[in-house]
């Protein structure tokens, strides 16, 4: 369904689609006039998808999707504009959810909930933040917080634009009891170092590009355990040769008890062999004595 605008009859809150297993929504307006909200109730359902959707409910009561067999959620958010207080929050009712996909240009405009976060645990979870003309909508820092707590006990996450929890109280985040892999895009070292700390089995760690870096956190910040105990590879992809990624090469190195591999992409537009030249030599002087780190350096 495409391009149009849908209104919720007020008679009726439940709708049941028994067959139906793939859905995929783009560009809709669905204005919910009634005090009971949406219910879809979707058994077969496998797949949800929806493009520059709206979901607008003049009471409290929100969108929620009833899918026990729900495996792949992906969500587009290119509408840029914050709708509150009509918002409603879209709930999944979901009990195998495999795949978890949300791309917010502007940020998130409406709060996503899950039913049962437990049951995402096996979930695959990729959040895509992107700015919309140099700021994100009213709330985005917020829900984005919500959105990780329903996410707590997952194994691989991407975040990208994690910059935008900078608006909040990173100590909020929840503890991410069961990460392993963790990429992160745009990040600053407030958030990194509070994510580090809130994922304490964390074996893999993806920094892709730095927004914003503040060394004096790292040196009044416990070490996370994680470092102590699980860490094991450090990636940094298209980033440049500078202080920034220097400092948390040596952070890494000196403080990751178990650490593996660690390796550098750089994001190079021109030639600046002298100064990568000088990166790695100042990186393998931080290698601890009879350190078994393997160090591996490549272009983007």
Not at 43 to 65: A, H, M, R, Y
Not at 190 to 208: A, F, G, M, N, Y
Not at 268 to 293: A, N, P, W
Request: hydrophobic share 40%; glycine share 4%; net charge positive.
């Amino acid at each position: 369904m495409c391009g149009c605008a849908i209104k919720v009859p007020t008679i009726k809150s439940m709708f049941y689609f028994k067959s139906l297993k793939h859905l995929k929504l783009w560009e809709i307006i669905f204005n919910i006039d009634n005090s009971l909200g949406l219910n879809l109730n979707l058994p077969l359902l496998q797949s949800f998808e929806t493009q520059n959707c709206t979901w607008l409910c003049t009471k409290n009561e929100g969108v929620t999707i009833e899918a026990p067999l729900l495996g792949s959620v992906y969500i587009q958010d290119n509408n840029c504009v914050s709708h509150e207080p009509h918002s409603s929050t879209i709930k999944f009712s979901a009990s195998c959810m495999t795949g978890f996909t949300y791309c917010g240009y502007g940020g998130i405009s409406q709060p996503v909930v899950l039913s049962n976060p437990s049951a995402a645990r096996n979930a695959s979870v990729n959040i895509s933040l992107y700015r919309y003309q140099g700021s994100y909508v009213q709330g985005t820092g917020s829900r984005v917080c919500l959105l990780l707590k329903q996410f707590s006990q997952v194994k691989f996450m991407k975040f990208h634009g994690s910059e935008v929890l900078m608006q909040q109280n990173v100590t909020i985040l929840p503890l991410f009891v069961m990460l392993t892999y963790l990429k992160l895009h745009l990040v600053t070292g407030e958030v990194l170092i509070s994510l580090l700390q809130k994922s304490p089995v964390l074996k893999t760690l993806v920094i892709e590009k730095i927004s914003g870096f503040e060394q004096e956190i790292f040196n009044s910040s416990v070490v996370p355990d994680c470092l102590a105990t699980t860490l094991e590879v450090v990636k940094f992809n298209k980033v440049y040769a500078n202080e920034d990624v220097l400092y948390l090469a040596k952070f890494f190195i000196e403080n990751a008890m178990v650490l593996k591999r660690m390796s550098f992409s750089w994001w190079c537009r021109e030639d600046k062999t002298k100064e990568i030249k000088e990166f790695k030599e100042k990186v393998f002087s931080f290698k601890k004595g009879e350190s078994l780190i393997i160090l591996e350096f490549s272009y983007d």
